[in-house]
RNA sequence: AGGUCUGAUGUUGGGCGA
């Protein structure tokens, strides 16, 4: 029953919701671990009912699946919820705890999440950075650097947090610095500092980057694109869009936008027509490029074809 | 009896808008 545990969890962790509760529905033995898995396949997909009907169907529950439906909560925006559930937990470990403070960030709660990390009774990296962010997000770099600064041991999240925190400041000589300093190759930062570069005009250095990466993801090859884009060069966009080896539905996202910004709306329509499916930011661009181009009606109609306007 | 490693949870990079 391990192994179809661990298939579970191949499904759950990809997101595959309906293969994962129905293999789930036929397992003979479940454990804690197939439960957890299951819970947390339904909290990613914003499934809060069935997340709980889940976490309250388990035999049993460990400091896991606790956390688990804690973050079910905050990642839905349930905020009251997840304090309740924080409260009525048996047990709090340094999850728990970094899961409270990241739910306090994204409420924008500076002093509740610093009140959190004030109160938890050991701290790791995960959770120093996590303050770091929650600093950085409120627009104190300072605190934020002193907290990377301060944390006993540094991970590659910490340096791109901070790295990112000082771009999106636009203190890019910090950033540089930081960058530079960085004591291993991430690729992360490596591609947070391409687009920072592009965003600054500066292509030459995001080509540079990009070229010097050692292994380019989808999420680079993207970023390269964008990048090409945002300095009004649509064919390099174009060249590395025929160029890479797969795409998801950002990267067509991002070629429809790049073709919409020079005003090349039948070759837009044209890659949006050929994406495999479409979200609704995908529709959203497609929408805006077409009022950008001033054809209006197609783009009236395209909104209110929309199911999931957001 | 004690220890180590194996399946599930928290922090960072690409798209519209905010």
């Not at 454990?31 to 049993?60: C, H, N, Q």
Request: hydrophobic content about 45%.
């Amino acid at each position: 029953e391990v192994a179809q545990s661990c298939l579970m969890q191949a499904y759950a962790l990809s997101g595959h919701i309906r293969k994962a509760s129905k293999l789930f529905g036929e397992m003979p033995e479940k454990d804690v671990v197939s439960w957890t898995a299951l819970l947390k396949t339904y909290a990613e997909a914003g499934i809060l009912s069935r997340a709980r009907e889940a976490f309250d169907s388990m035999p049993k529950r460990n400091i896991i699946s606790w956390n688990c439906m804690l973050q079910a909560y905050t990642n839905t925006g349930h905020l009251c919820e997840a304090e309740t559930l924080f409260y009525s937990m048996p047990a709090w470990d340094v999850v728990t705890w970094t899961c409270l403070i990241v739910a306090y960030t994204q409420n924008r709660n500076l002093s509740k999440a610093l009140d959190a990390f004030q109160r938890m009774p050991l701290r790791d990296t995960v959770c120093w950075t996590a303050v770091m962010q929650a600093y950085a997000q409120q627009g104190y770099l300072r605190e934020a650097s002193a907290m990377f600064e301060n944390m006993p041991v540094r991970g590659s999240v910490s340096w791109n947090g901070i790295l990112v925190a000082y771009i999106e400041n636009e203190e890019f000589d910090s950033a540089n610095k930081i960058f530079t300093k960085m004591p291993f190759y991430d690729i992360v930062s490596s591609v947070s500092m391409l687009t920072a570069y592009a965003q600054c005009g500066h292509i030459l250095e995001s080509e540079k980057l990009f070229a010097g990466l050692i292994f380019k993801d989808l999420i680079s090859w993207t970023a390269m694109i964008s990048a090409y884009s945002t300095n009004g060069r649509v064919e390099e966009s174009k060249s590395v869009f025929t160029k890479m080896p797969c795409w998801d539905i950002v990267t067509y996202s991002v070629m429809v936008q790049a073709y919409a910004h020079k005003r090349h709306i039948l070759e837009a329509e044209q890659i949006f027509q050929t994406m495999p499916f479409q979200d609704v930011i995908a529709r959203n661009t497609m929408v805006a490029a077409y009022a950008h181009c001033g054809h209006m009606i197609k783009a009236r109609g395209l909104f209110d074809g929309m199911e999931d306007k957001n």
